[in-house]
């Protein structure tokens, strides 16, 4: 199982930012697919997370604002951040896991939201 994120980069503080989470070796739709971030000093904590059944679920601190979403057919999973804030720096991180509570992470993408 391979997870591939992408689209971190630095935005201004207000700006969006799309990262993208592409899987081989698993298909996200049959599983939980969630994105965590870790800032420096900080433990990883979860953002967003996706059910197999569609459920969602989101971060009190960006509800409103991220977005979390899959594309069945490039077996790809989303995160539209918009309204950034410089808090949201951090390295995100998505994370499938699987209905056998087996756990498998991404490399990470660095998103830095200056103000």
């Known amino acids: 199982v391979q997870l591939q994120a992408s689209g971190g980069g630095l935005v201004q503080a207000g700006g969006s930012r799309r990262l993208s989470c592409a899987a081989s070796g698993i298909i996200f739709s049959a599983n939980t697919v969630a994105w965590y971030r870790q800032a420096p000093g900080n433990q990883r904590e979860l953002v967003a997370r996706i059910t197999s059944g569609g459920s969602l679920n989101y971060a009190d601190s960006v509800k409103a604002r991220f977005t979390i979403s899959r594309d069945h057919a490039k077996n790809t999973v989303f995160l539209q951040m918009n309204s950034l804030k410089p808090e949201d720096t951090a390295v995100y991180y998505c994370?499938?896991?699987?209905?056998?509570?087996?756990?498998?992470w991404g490399q990470g993408t660095q998103v830095t939201v200056s103000s």
């Open positions: 994370n499938v896991q699987t209905w056998s509570s087996i756990s498998y």
